[in-house]
């Protein structure tokens, strides 16, 4: 199901810079990491990005698996400076990395979605609702 709209992203100026200080490709235990999420993808991460890729989503670009800082995002629109993480069980220390890492991206102006994998797997629409409804007031702000 593709579940396009008829807008269109918007660019921010800031964008180059992002990338280049951001996404830095100096760290190679970092890219080599995110190559073998890229490669052995969850069920549930498989289907968000079956949605998320090429644009399919509101017409906004995505990266699956992409080193920022310490961290490997499961999903960013750098546009929109949005970023989707899909969590499987927790349990407390798992909770307080995800608490660190999120008040890490979102010092650098990031706004952090995250969704079970059972959310990503069972409730798919709502899901992609949602992450539309996010960028589309991120695009307003």
């Given at each position: 199901m593709k579940l396009?709209?008829?807008?269109?992203t918007?660019?921010?100026?800031?964008?180059?810079?992002?990338?280049?200080?951001l996404f830095p490709h100096d760290d190679p235990h970092l890219m080599h990491n995110g190559r073998n999420l890229r490669k052995n993808m969850?069920?549930?991460e498989?289907?968000?990005?079956?949605?998320?890729r090429g644009k399919r989503l509101g017409g906004y670009r995505f990266r699956r698996q992409q080193p920022l800082g310490?961290?490997?995002l499961d999903f960013v629109c750098v546009d929109a400076k949005l970023v989707i993480e899909i969590d499987?069980?927790?349990?407390?220390?798992?909770?307080?990395?995800?608490?660190?890492?999120?008040?890490?991206?979102?010092?650098l102006g990031f706004t952090v979605?995250?969704?079970?994998?059972?959310?990503?797997?069972?409730?798919?629409?709502a899901v992609l609702t949602a992450i539309l409804h996010k960028l589309e007031e991120l695009k307003a702000k």
């Open positions: 396009s709209v008829d807008c269109h918007y660019t921010n100026p800031a964008t180059a810079y992002i990338n280049d200080k969850t069920p549930a498989q289907r968000l990005w079956k949605h998320l310490q961290y490997i499987g069980g927790q349990h407390a220390e798992q909770t307080a990395y995800d608490e660190t890492r999120t008040r890490y991206l979102q010092n979605i995250p969704f079970w994998n059972n959310e990503v797997l069972q409730q798919t629409d």
